[in-house]
């Protein structure tokens, strides 16, 4: 199993619609979840992190994270033309003492129509 | 500013040829990361260094080495034992305690093999 997969994609949405995207990981003890979005040819920039069970809003963004199901997700409300990017979603791990790992999946890309 | 500096933005390589990517951050963060982009793929780990001096292999490290001797400094070389080296090449750093660290990245390298 790799250790953090995204839906694969890609996810075509209308203007103004809800966008879900979703992301699962395979070390229970991961730490921290990260939503980063990537234009193309660009590198990559923080959207939102989430480190605690249950949602985070931020704007039109909300993240959701479900340890027990060793989930987490990503909700773009009223999604925007700019919004059409790749979503990464990375997860930090405990490797031992203090040695962090940080994981990324293949990424969703996002389509939204005008 | 502080940030996070890569370059050359693009790199050609000729084949059996080594070539070193340079990344440098002003952060004063711990933790630096090398990741290899591939065409519609997300960010795969090559390696990854934790304190001066000390770096672990990630997922793809095969065929690339690094060194660690200043905080500020990462660099990656490429070398010919690496078959297909041409991707997109990112580094990034995050401090390393906390679990909301987010990690900062350059803008990449474009390297081509011609």
């Known amino acids: 199993q790799k250790e953090v997969e995204q839906n694969s994609g890609p996810l075509s949405v209308p203007e103004g619609a809800i966008a879900s995207l979703n992301c699962t990981y395979s070390?229970?003890?991961?730490?921290?979840f990260f939503w980063y979005r990537q234009y193309s040819g660009k590198s990559p920039e923080l959207i939102m992190f989430?480190?605690?069970?249950g949602d985070k809003e931020d704007g039109r963004f909300t993240a959701q994270l479900n340890k027990a199901s060793q989930y987490v997700s990503l909700l773009i409300r009223d999604s925007q033309p700019s919004d059409s990017a790749t979503y990464l979603c990375?997860?930090?791990?405990?490797?031992?003492?203090?040695?962090?790992?940080?994981?990324f999946g293949k990424g969703t890309l996002l389509t939204v129509n005008p | 500013d502080g940030g996070i500096t890569q370059s050359p933005k693009y790199l050609f390589r000729k084949e059996g040829q080594n070539v070193t990517l340079s990344c440098e951050q002003n952060?004063?963060?711990?933790?630096m990361y090398w990741y290899r982009q591939d065409p519609g793929q997300g960010l795969r780990l090559i390696y990854y260094?934790?304190?001066?001096?000390?770096?672990q292999k990630g997922d793809i490290a095969e065929g690339y080495s690094v060194s660690r001797e200043k905080k500020e400094s990462f660099p990656l070389t490429v070398t010919s034992a690496q078959k297909n080296p041409t991707a997109f090449y990112l580094c990034?750093?995050?401090?390393?305690?906390?679990?909301?660290?987010?990690?900062?990245f350059g803008q990449g390298t474009r390297l081509t093999v011609v």
């Open positions: 990034a750093s995050t401090q390393q305690g906390g679990r909301a660290t987010e990690a900062f």
């Open positions: 070390d229970r003890g991961s730490q921290s």
């Open positions: 989430i480190y605690s069970n």
């Open positions: 990375a997860v930090k791990s405990l490797r031992g003492g203090s040695n962090y790992k940080l994981t």
């Open positions: 952060l004063n963060h711990d933790a």
């Open positions: 260094s934790q304190i001066v001096n000390d770096f």
